[in-house]
């Protein structure tokens, strides 16, 4: 979720430029603009690379975006299937 506390002082704008949105997501192994699926749970939803995540976090790890820290508090953390498209 955007808040200064979880990222920085500018929580609207991901790595990219982009301001944050539904249907985006923070990779750091995947270029900015590559398109993925999380079809188990999205089903066809397409979502973009457009931010980073802390390099704690590794290559192999994503952070969907969520309009509010509760929503992703029900999400929590998941190992899910990332088809790249």
């Known amino acids: 979720s955007s808040s200064v506390e979880e ?4 929580p609207f704008t991901a790595a990219s430029g982009a301001k944050v949105h539904d249907g985006m997501i923070a ?3 995947l270029p ?8 188990q749970y999205f089903g066809d939803k397409v979502f973009v690379v457009e931010d980073r995540m802390n390099a704690r976090y590794g290559q192999y790890s994503a952070d969907i975006w969520m309009p509010s820290k509760n ?12 088809e790249i498209i």
């Open 7 to 10: 990222t920085d002082s500018d």
């Open 27 to 29: 990779h750091n192994g």
């Open 71 to 82: 929503a992703a508090k029900q999400w929590g953390v998941r190992v899910v299937r990332m």
């Open 32 to 39: 900015f603009g590559t398109k993925v699926r999380f079809p």
